[in-house]
């Protein structure tokens, strides 16, 4: 079931940026997520209520997650884009606190439709 609607999505060159949104309310645990043709899903960032943040190890340095609370709102901001992030990107959300939040945790309950993001070499 489509929960979480993303935006910010598109093309982009190597080395370009791009700021992903997603439009939710606040959770207990926020994340994202991308899954390229061919490939595994994979955890991309998460934060938690308390503000702490897990990143991928391939991303960290160039994406920051983030949320606005007065806007309802999670953000992703990517910068020095390279080729292989491309990928279909889905924001996810968890309510649990018992659950863990960082991006090998599976078993979020809500998601969005999914926003692509391509980088050119």
């Known amino acids: 079931q489509v929960q979480l609607v993303e935006s910010g999505g598109g093309s982009v060159k190597a080395g370009g940026s791009l700021r992903l949104s997603c439009a939710a309310s606040?959770?207990?645990?926020m994340g994202w997520f991308r899954q390229a043709p061919g490939k595994e899903r994979e955890g991309v960032a998460t934060?938690?209520?308390?503000?702490?943040?897990d990143y991928a190890e391939s991303v960290k340095g160039r994406f920051a997650i983030s949320k606005d609370n007065t806007k309802n709102t999670l953000y992703l901001e990517m910068i020095s884009l390279k080729p292989e992030d491309t990928a279909m990107y889905y924001c996810?959300?968890?309510?649990?606190?018992?659950?863990?939040?960082?991006?090998?945790?599976?078993?979020?309950?809500?998601w969005g439709q999914g926003t692509q993001v391509t980088v050119s070499s």
């Open positions: 606040r959770y207990t645990c």
């Open positions: 996810a959300a968890d309510w649990r606190d018992w659950r863990p939040c960082n991006v090998i945790a599976g078993g979020f309950p809500y």
């Open positions: 934060i938690r209520n308390d503000g702490r943040t």
